[in-house]
């Protein structure tokens, strides 16, 4: 195994500290997990002096993103390690205190592309958590013990259902615009009013009230489910759980799978995994993530897939996408354009496709889809321009041609080089790219592609499982060029020296308009107000200024504010 140790502590090219998403349970330091049969406890008990850079301590549970990494490694875990689980409980190790929220200190003294990926992230942990329970059928209770202040409610909001203690004391809130003059990060807004369905009025008041909202007017505002007096807390919330699970659908049979370390080896323009390598062309500003398509035919049986585990390679590879993606949202900020690749035979990435169809109803298998549908939607949402070239030796078939279909715009090469001996491009559509795999909007990628005409759409699904070349794919509107060897160098080296030059604030912007045509979701909504409006609060004066709210927070002075609306 070449896994880097402590990679978050090695110095990137810029000298910078590397920031990992790799972690697991012996390694945590602000969660601890329990499993009691068909319940699963995660107990928030946040390390003050565990921070992730200097500067600040995580006082009364409020996080950065370290505290978040090992939360999601948690919940990715649940899915895979205990299928038996039915009902996840959130609670604080804490007294009279659940989470005070993101770290304001941390969130003053963060860069602003940390901050914006900050609340990405943490949106997806939480957009995770209600997949969890859509999906998978693992439902979450959250039990707020005291104060469940900005992020820390924006988490219990994520659950399927909140319980208050009622001691006269504890509160639920959302003060970041009174307090902080910024938005709450993490989808706390659009929960209240889509998931919650608060009334405006009441959420007017409760958004703009620094202490929040307690005992039985948080449940008549719809804000907790239950409220508790403190000498019955735990036993409700224990029956709460038994009640959930034995409604859950959640149905694992068996022992789950060990997600183990990943294999990496981070070099100074590198980044080599087992089926993803990734190389950075630094004048360039090019990252080409080239994904490797199996070696091996799928297994014979379910029973040999579950013994294959984290090398079951279609699990092996939406792993190492997921990492690779985010090391490059955070630690690559310099990257203007992501280049996706692949090599392999499109037919055993097909072949792979209809072993999970197969099985679709076996834990694991279904699963490894959600895994994959999850991993997608965070390449979707990557502030990357991101190209997809199909070239000769290529296997974007099934569930990789949804890179393709991510992607802003895909080249696909006509015929052969002079002396290439391998196999013409070819795309190829399989089941799975009808329904599987949908977008934040609810819709699939293809769907979303032919907003404006369902007979296009229909064309295309009459050609699954059909290996399609350059001219074909064109015709039928999958990829944006097809190209003769004569012109391709020159075609790809104009995009990329184009997205190189532009603002990319401007193609931040522009990208994440153009990529989500059609419907909107709930969390599409999330992630929509997050670039266009919390990416912007987070700029102004009012904020970040030297008089601004985040600056002056907690050191007695007031922020003052440019009052003129803009």
């Not at 895994?371 to 949402?381: E, G």
């Not at 991101?386 to 393709?404: K, Q, Y």
């Not at 090469?413 to 196999?423: E, P």
């Not at 401007?506 to 670039?531: D, H, Q, V, W």
């Amino acid at each position: 195994m070449a896994e880097i140790e402590h990679a978050a502590h090695r110095p990137l090219a810029n000298g910078k500290t590397r920031i990992d998403f790799q972690t697991e349970p012996a390694r945590y330091r602000h969660w601890k997990i329990s499993i009691d049969g068909d319940v699963a406890t995660l107990l928030m008990d946040v390390d003050e002096k565990g921070a992730l850079f200097e500067g600040y301590d995580l006082k009364l549970n409020s996080y950065d993103l370290g505290v978040d990494i090992e939360l999601a490694d948690a919940i990715e875990r649940l899915r895979f390690e205990h299928p038996q689980v039915r009902v996840l409980v959130l609670r604080s190790a804490k007294p009279r205190v659940f989470s005070a929220g993101a770290n304001i200190r941390m969130l003053a003294g963060a860069g602003h592309a940390h901050k914006v990926n900050f609340c990405k992230f943490t949106n997806e942990t939480r957009n995770g958590i209600e997949d969890l329970s859509e999906h998978s059928g693992l439902k979450s209770i959250c039990a707020i013990n005291g104060t469940a202040a900005g992020g820390g409610y924006e988490l219990a909001l994520a659950t399927d259902y909140i319980m208050l203690v009622d001691d006269g004391s504890a509160a639920v809130s959302l003060p970041e615009l009174p307090l902080l003059a910024v938005l709450p990060g993490t989808g706390g807004l659009t929960r209240v009013s889509d998931k919650r369905k608060v009334r405006r009025d009441r959420a007017d008041v409760f958004c703009t009230t620094e202490e929040g909202v307690k005992g039985k007017r948080a449940v008549e505002w719809r804000l907790v489910d239950d409220v508790v007096p403190g000498s019955k807390f735990d036993d409700t919330v224990a029956a709460r759980a038994k009640e959930f699970a034995a409604k859950s659908r959640r149905s694992g049979a068996g022992p789950g799978i060990k997600l183990t370390p990943l294999t990496r080896k981070f070099e100074a323009d590198s980044v080599e995994y087992g089926a993803v390598a990734v190389e950075f062309q630094r004048a360039g500003r090019i990252a080409t993530m080239t994904l490797r398509g199996p070696a091996v035919p799928p297994p014979a049986s379910v029973d040999a897939m579950v013994m294959l585990g984290a090398e079951f390679w279609p699990l092996q590879l939406a792993r190492e996408l997921d990492d690779a993606i985010l090391n490059i949202r955070l630690n690559e900020l310099d990257v203007a354009a992501i280049m996706f690749k692949s090599s392999g035979d499109p037919a055993q990435v097909l072949a792979y496709d209809r072993f999970l169809d197969a099985n679709k109803d076996h834990w694991l298998a279904r699963e490894i889809r959600l895994l994959w549908k999850r991993v997608l939607k965070r390449v979707d949402l990557t502030s990357r321009s991101l190209v997809t070239l199909i070239e000769p030796g290529s296997c974007f078939a099934g569930t990789l041609a949804e890179i393709a279909f991510a992607s802003d715009r895909s080249y696909m090469l006509i015929g052969l080089r002079q002396g290439d001996n391998r196999q013409p491009a070819a795309l190829a559509l399989a089941d799975v790219n009808f329904g599987a795999y949908p977008m934040s909007t609810g819709i699939t990628r293809l769907a979303c592609r032919f907003l404006a005409s369902a007979a296009d759409l229909d064309r295309a699904t009459a050609e699954r499982g059909k290996m399609l070349d350059a001219e074909t794919a064109q015709r039928l509107g999958l990829v944006t060029f097809a190209l003769d060897d004569i012109d391709w160098d020159d075609e790809v080296r104009v995009f990329l020296e184009e997205r190189a030059s532009f603002s990319p604030d401007s193609l931040t912007g522009l990208e994440a308009n153009l990529r989500f045509a059609g419907p909107e979701t709930m969390e599409s909504k999330i992630f929509a107000r997050l670039t266009a409006w919390q990416n912007w609060i987070f700029q102004r004066p009012n904020a970040i200024g030297e008089q601004g709210a985040l600056k002056r927070y907690g050191t007695g002075q007031k922020p003052v504010f440019d009052t003129r609306r803009v």
